[in-house]
């Protein structure tokens, strides 16, 4: 009797364990870092009397300044070729500006410290997503890149979640907000015992400075698409600082008002890993395109709120689209650019990256305080409108 025919399956490599270490980490600083947030717009607007606009600038210098320092640190970590030195040094000053937080008695002390605790995100991000692209197989690229940024919306699921709870114990947010000195604190010792420089391949050239023209020019055409549409993308998406913002417009109160970054999270977690795996498989440019649409619906409900029930249902459209579009973005510049210059690459995206997020946040702030809360989501809805167009004008 003759044996039946097989047909051999590809096996592909299982997720490295540094993905998982960097997963891990992200989680932790994550959870710290969404406990705080959660709760700084209600903080700074009904204990120190910030404006909506005064919120946006804060917001939106926070996270430029984490997203422009990237770029030298993305080229530095490519021209040094060492990785861990940069994410010990941007998640040591994150977790040092922890304390300062619970600390704050006036707005320019929470600016500062939002300013510093961005400019340790800043530091560690690009050289974390180089540390990804150096040791994901090409073939289980995207599920890798899926896998972190889902462990690190686990931890913005956790943060604000134990928000909730410390409030409704504690009902003090400046009490709570120094239990984000702890997971902050584990970040360290994870990084320490868990994350390994990969190994250099031999003949691997550096930089003879971290950022040359002549460097610049080897990214081509495709890279620099996707520069530009993650920077549309971006003015498109400001800070979550807003959701919240909306969601005590809606009569939320201060010790449940996390919740709506719990939902927003929930969707965002369950989402990132699935289209990372499906980015392997089908079009990353497709799966883009669905974000962005979600991004546009998001905001359409967020504009359209008139309970709280609607401004939940447009958080957690908002969860969708970033699931299916962080981590895939993040691969496509990983797809597009020489595997000596993954550091660099990551560092100009999120440099046009960065000077978008500044734009978009004082202009969302703008809006809200002169024209109102609908009128910042239905501009958020046209720009990501324009983003989609931009996409789908090329392939990538």
Request: a positive charge; hydrophobic letters at 55%.
């Amino acid at each position: 009797m003759e044996s039946p025919v097989t047909t051999p399956k590809t096996v592909l490599p299982a997720i490295p364990r540094m993905v998982w270490a960097l997963g891990f980490v992200s989680l932790c600083m994550d959870l710290s870092s969404e406990l705080v947030h959660s709760l700084l717009p209600v903080f700074l607007a009904s204990t120190l009397g910030a404006s909506v606009l005064s919120i946006g600038v804060i917001e939106g210098i926070a996270e430029a300044t984490a997203l422009i320092v990237k770029v030298f640190s993305g080229a530095l970590s490519d021209y040094i070729g060492k990785r861990k030195g940069l994410l010990l040094l941007g998640y040591g000053l994150a977790a040092l500006t922890k304390p300062l937080f619970p600390l704050a008695h006036s707005v320019e002390t929470v600016l500062a410290a939002r300013f510093l605790d961005r400019i340790g995100k800043g530091i560690r991000g690009a050289p974390r997503d180089a540390l990804v692209a150096d040791v994901a197989p090409v073939e289980i690229r995207g599920a890798c890149f899926g896998l972190r940024q889902s462990m690190d919306t686990v931890g913005a699921f956790l943060g604000p979640g134990l928000a909730i709870v410390l409030m409704l114990w504690l009902n003090d947010i400046q009490q709570v907000l120094w239990f984000a000195v702890v997971p902050a604190a584990l970040v360290m010792v994870l990084i320490v015992v868990g994350v390994k420089e990969p190994v250099q391949e031999e003949g691997t050239k550096r930089f003879r400075s971290p950022i040359r023209r002549e460097q610049l020019r080897r990214f081509g055409a495709d890279y620099w698409w996707i520069v530009l549409i993650g920077a549309v993308f971006t003015l498109a998406r400001f800070s979550e600082a807003f959701l919240i913002l909306r969601a005590q417009q809606m009569g939320v109160g201060s010790s449940w008002v996390p919740l709506v970054m719990v939902v927003m999270s929930v969707f965002y977690t369950a989402s990132a890993y699935p289209a990372g795996w499906l980015s392997d498989r089908i079009s990353r440019r497709h799966l883009l395109g669905y974000g962005l649409g979600l991004l546009v619906i998001a905001d359409l409900a967020l504009g359209q709120a008139t309970s709280v029930r609607a401004v939940y249902v447009g958080a957690a459209l908002w969860g969708l689209h970033m699931g299916f579009s962080q981590g895939i973005l993040a691969a496509l510049v990983a797809d597009t650019t020489p595997s000596d210059m993954k550091g660099t690459a990551f560092g100009v995206f999120n440099l046009l990256s960065g000077l978008a997020m500044l734009l978009a946040s004082i202009l969302a702030g703008c809006l809200w305080q002169y024209w109102g809360a609908s009128t910042t989501f239905y501009a958020g809805a046209a720009i990501a409108g324009l983003a989609l167009l931009l996409l789908r004008q090329r392939s990538v």
